[in-house]
């Protein structure tokens, strides 16, 4: 049996989380994928695939949140994918919302620099993500689930 193709977006921003992205894409053979990062030089790393760079954001500009939350809106209604993975941050969490409002599947990977608790946009997608994983089987509950980790 064949199973469906799959436009996916993979967002993460840069250094670890790009790193955590990169460790999961075998699991995304067979599927048409499109990356989001917000550093553009990242785009040698997936060659063959689309790639989009958004501006860096965090909670400490408020406004520049805004701008890239209305940015991966945009982004995300032109490319109209069934899934959205990420493994953070900011805007990563912003793509995902986009995700919901525009009827995608969503996953939050959390980091598993997170050792102690799920990280703040962690706890914010378990509000709306589909599915939410954390690295660490101690942090594992009833809506965050645990299927290993992608460093070791």
């Known amino acids: 049996m064949k199973t469906k193709t799959m436009k996916v977006v993979a967002i993460a921003s840069g250094g670890g989380h790009w790193i955590q992205l990169q460790r999961i894409v075998p699991a995304f053979a067979g599927h048409d994928v499109s990356y989001i990062s917000t550093h553009p030089s990242f ?7 689309a790639f989009y760079a958004v501006p860096d954001a965090s909670r400490w500009n408020k406004v520049k ?15 109209k994918p069934d899934v959205i993975i ?15 409002l525009t009827g995608a599947r969503t996953i939050w990977l959390d980091s598993i620099a997170n050792i102690e608790k799920i ?16 690295q660490w089987p101690k942090l594992a509950t009833d809506k ?3 299927a290993g980790n992608v460093l070791s």
């Open 144 to 146: 965050v689930q645990f």
């Open 65 to 79: 949140l805004l701008k890239v939350g209305y940015e991966l809106f945009r982004l995300i209604s032109t490319i």
């Open 119 to 134: 990280s703040m946009s962690g706890q914010i997608a378990l509000r709306f993500a589909d599915r939410t994983y954390t």
């Open 43 to 49: 785009a040698a790393t997936v060659p063959g695939h």
């Open 86 to 100: 990420s493994t953070g941050a900011a805007p990563g969490l912003m793509a995902l919302l986009a995700g919901k």
